[in-house]
């Protein structure tokens, strides 16, 4: 399984950016997907996720203003993006909750969200 994160940007606080993840191979055996992400010095966190039947839970920062969803048919996941702060500034990797285990996928690059003014 290969997992690309893209649509990272550079904005400005208050701007919107939508986030895509591409599952190649096929993203109906991973039952929850979720996006992380990784802020300069700081551990990767669990931003949202996604369930197969369409059950979402988010990190209380960003609840209201982020929206996740997937569409089996694509391969794909979304992370809707608004109202961003200086604080969402980071690498965003989507992949499964729990992770999956490295020999199954990579967390790849990521995409880099900066928010500045």
């Known amino acids: 399984v290969q997992l690309q994160a893209s649509g990272g940007g550079l904005v400005q606080p208050g701007d919107s950016l939508r986030l895509t993840c591409v599952v190649l191979n096929s993203m109906r055996g991973i039952p929850t997907m979720a996006w992380y992400r990784q802020a300069p010095g700081k551990q990767r966190e669990l931003v949202a996720s996604v369930s197969g039947g369409g059950k979402t839970e988010y990190v209380d920062s960003v609840k209201g203003r982020f929206t996740i969803d997937r569409d089996n048919t694509k391969n794909t996941m979304y992370l809707q993006m608004t109202n961003l702060r200086l604080e969402d500034t980071g690498v965003y990797y989507c992949?499964?909750?729990?992770?999956?285990?490295?020999?199954?996928?990579?967390w790849g690059r990521g995409t880099l969200v900066t928010v500045s003014s």
């Open positions: 992949n499964g909750r729990p992770p999956l285990p490295v020999a199954i996928a990579s």
